[in-house]
């Protein structure tokens, strides 16, 4: 949440992580690309992750009035299990707080519209072969996300990711996919390109986040050396969750779109534990408050907003 950011340097490369910013990037599901080596292992070999996000966009000025600043922090344990013959299944448990600051009249008609935004997410996942070069990736997911003392029924979202990749050759793995997620008072779907090409020694160009109802993959580029792996790359995310039922929009819905850049640096720290370092911008940025039934109140953009985040993950 999501999410935000996942290593890329720990073994197996099948079990990246995402970090966890509910408003920059949600985790949910997982892609096949990476999946798919957890198949190949023998039978009732298991793999489990735990992973802590710290996520800080800096104020950015919006265009109706005042500012905007986010802080994140967030928690997520995976478990991935080969089911032998080329079949893996598996979960995850996210949990994240987004600590929103709105700074002067914000023109959407108070002060700050919402505070503290809390994400709880639940995800399946299910990978087998379809022949011997073709992969099928099922991820079905829950989330609820809202201030405290918003409706939990009304702050789900359930959906699901499929996707479809082919195994070209050792260095490409490349298909297509789909989301479609439904909740807070609207539905959508998307389509997007899950790749994995490792074109030249030590670079490889892959989906930086797993697909989820904040959208697609993105695309990152990144280099590898014996101690570290170096990222650039991007994406567009959306965010919806509900609003306080005692608020100043009574269990109304937020939402939070932007289009971040980021470059990573990313280290291990023992054979087990990874630390991944972010910084970066979001582009396109915008919050939009919207009534209890989904109808818009009121929209505003703000400035591309400076990004820096950490993550530690460990594998056991």
């Known amino acids: 949440m999501i999410s935000l950011f996942h290593s890329q340097s720990c073994t197996p490369r099948s079990f990246r992580i995402a970090g966890a910013a509910a408003v920059l990037f949600t985790l949910l599901g997982a892609s ?79 002060t700050g519209p919402w ?82 090409w490792e074109f030249a020694p030590g670079w490889t160009l892959q989906n930086p986040f797993r697909p989820g109802p904040a959208g697609p993959a993105g695309l990152e580029v990144a280099y590898k050396t014996d101690t570290w792996e170096f990222g650039i790359g991007g994406a567009y995310r959306s965010f919806r969750f509900r609003l306080a039922d005692d608020g100043p929009v009574p269990n109304g819905i937020g939402e939070h779109n932007s289009v971040p850049f980021f470059v990573r640096a990313t280290r291990p720290l023992s054979e087990n534990l990874t630390l991944d370092l972010y910084g970066g911008f979001l582009f396109g940025g915008s919050i939009e408050l919207e009534n209890s039934t989904g109808n818009r109140l009121a929209r505003s953009d703000f400035d591309p907003a400076p990004i820096v985040a950490l993550s530690l993950s460990g594998r056991f």
Request: overall charge negative; aromatic content about 10%.
């Open 32 to 110: 096949a690309i990476q999946a798919q080596p957890v198949g190949k292992l023998p039978a009732g070999t298991t793999f489990s992750r735990l992973e802590g996000v710290a996520i800080h966009q800096f104020a950015a000025d919006l265009d109706e009035g005042g500012d905007i600043g986010l802080t994140s922090a967030g928690l997520k344990f995976d478990l991935l299990r080969s089911l032998g013959e080329g079949r893996s299944a598996g979960g995850s448990l996210g949990y994240t707080a987004d600590i929103y600051d709105f700074g002067g009249t914000t023109g959407l008609g108070q």
């Open 115 to 196: 505070d503290t935004v809390n994400t709880l997410t639940l995800a399946g996942y299910y990978g087998s072969p379809l022949g011997d070069d073709w992969q099928l990736m099922i991820a079905p997911s829950i989330t609820a996300s809202g201030e405290s003392s918003a409706s939990f029924s009304d702050s789900l979202t359930f959906g699901a990711v499929f996707s479809f990749t082919r195994e070209v050759s050792q260095t490409l793995t490349i298909g297509l996919g789909a989301g479609l997620f439904t909740g807070l008072e609207d539905t959508r779907g998307f389509p997007f390109l899950a790749i994995r």
